[in-house]
């Protein structure tokens, strides 16, 4: 075991011919949870594929407990991808969809074992209630729990989650933190989240990696997150009202 779980140097990825992020370091400690916070077109995702070894660095090393991207075991890592929009004849059940995290394959006959760890997972993500529903009928938030359920299946140390709160209500975020911090507790997870909700990364991550292209900054939310590094990367400082401005993150 290294000192840091994830160990990112001096890295750049090239995609279609374009220069894609470049000079990216930083160091994740094991059981952090990391927001990845950027305008849209940073290549936060790129950056997630990177670390998944589902895209190849072009210069600079990335390792996780030591070890190169596509070396890894796949059981070590869950991730939610950024695009979930299923077909609405997608012949599956949710409970299906989950249990194919563990297999990674398609089609999927689901034995009374798999089932019963499909549905730990679901309970997990306040899904299990939907586990026998048609998973191409289900509403945003609960094919999002779904996938929550999916990467957590394998019981991973390291979990990716590109925008998991995306189409999710106040009640269904709130709660996605809530699971996500469970289990990160439970299993000494490292967790590394894409997120466009800057309070919700005050109040949860532990480091927010800021990124635009190449990282502006790296380190505890209330260091990165300031005015003058936001209106850097978004020519903006975010929603403020003049009632609650100074107030809103207590
Ligand atoms: N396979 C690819 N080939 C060429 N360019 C790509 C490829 N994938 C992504 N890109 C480009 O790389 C850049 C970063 O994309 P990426 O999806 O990582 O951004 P993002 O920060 O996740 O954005 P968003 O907030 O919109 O999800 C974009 O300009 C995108 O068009
Ligand atoms: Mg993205």
Known sequence: MTANAISVRDVEVRLGGATVLSDISFDIRESSFVAIIGPNGAGKSTLLKALL???????GTITIDGIAPRDIPAAWAGYVPQV????????ALAIELVATGPHARWPWRLGAEARAHALEALELAGAKHIADRPAGRLSGGELQRVYLARAFSREPKFIL????AAGLDVAGEADMYHIIESYQRKHRATV???THDWDGARIHASDVLLL???NIGFGPPDTV?????LLQVFGHKGHTHPK???TRHD
Do not use: C, H, W, Y
Not at 84 to 91: I, Q, S, T, V, W
Not at 161 to 164: A, N
Not at 225 to 229: G, V
């Open 244 to 246: 609650t401005e100074g």
């Open 212 to 214: 635009n292209r190449t």
């Open 84 to 91: 979930k929009a299923l077909d609405r004849d997608f012949p």
């Open 161 to 164: 989650l590109d925008e998991p």
């Open 225 to 229: 997150l300031n005015d003058q590094t």
């Open 192 to 194: 590394m989240m894409i």
């Open 53 to 59: 070894g589902l895209v190849d660095t072009s210069r």
